[in-house]
């Protein structure tokens, strides 16, 4: 059922529903499992086991998808596709390719002797080469916009970190040399994408007139009875003053409380960073105190100050 359409990978069928995946030397890539065939409904549904995890094989993972559009979508005129794969692989490929995310399947299976969740990746025959069908979060201010960044965006976020090194060096965590490295850029990025698939952190750029001139960061999203996430930005210096932080912070603050539903936000500053402590207390924060060495920051332990704003 499954077909090679290109010459970076190959499917064999090796028993039933079970097709290995290939590269074009035969080694061994992954696994397709076919869980649900319905040609009445036109639907498939595919569970992906991929070995090759890390960017080196993105080529081949992307060449995988797009046979196995090619075969199911194209060829068999299917009208609907659902993958179902492992938390830790790629997600890039899959968002190249004009995959969205559609659900996460909660500590669905063990790896060594560890729950993971999986994610479920979609695409149909309407929306297969639509460039809207890409799975990242935008948000439109008056005079910002706001992008979930994903690996794509290294390039631009890797300058932002190297314009802006001595400006920001006081106020961040300390930092080596490989992280003002475009793989480690690219590497962080993916990561971060992950955990807002997986709905733990969101982290946008901040653009204006398309050039990113910031960063703005949900983190450690937790639901149930706390519904709380921490607060974390930063912007270029040369777009300093100018209310830019207040409004992407304003547009991030409507997205946790509207549509993630969460009760509480919270933030920090070094207890002299007075610029930071302005922009939360212009979009509602009320300070709680001071944490005592609360992060090591430009090679020592440092006091912040704690924020917190409410959903009300």
Known sequence: MLREINEKVKFTNVKGKEYLIQDKFGISLGRIYIVELNEEN????????????????????????????????????????????????????????????????????????????????GIDSDKLNQANNINILRLTGKNLDL?????????????????????????????????????????????????????????FGIYKDKALIGKIQLSNIVRGVFKNAFVGYSIDEKEQNKGYMKEALDLVLDYAFNDLELHRIEATTLVDNEKSQNVLLGCGFREIGISKEYLFINNKWRDHKIFYRLNQ
């Open 42 to 121: 036109k639907y498939c549904l595919l569970r992906i086991r991929f070995y090759k995890n890390s960017d080196e094989y993105k080529l081949e993972l992307k060449s995988s998808l797009d046979a196995i559009i090619k075969s199911l979508i194209l060829n068999k005129r299917l009208h609907k596709l659902n993958i179902i794969v492992d938390e830790d692989v790629l997600s890039s490929p899959f968002i190249e390719m004009g995959f969205a995310l559609e659900g996460v399947l909660w500590d669905s299976c063990i790896h060594n002797n560890t729950l993971k969740n999986e994610f479920i990746f």
């Open 147 to 203: 992008k979930v960044l994903t690996p794509e965006d290294a390039v631009s976020l890797l300058d932002y970190y190297n314009r802006n090194k001595k400006y920001l060096e006081p106020y961040e965590p300390s930092r080596n040399k490989d992280f003002y490295t475009l793989e480690i850029q690219t590497k962080g990025l993916e990561e971060s994408y992950k955990q807002y698939l997986n709905g733990s952190s969101a982290n």
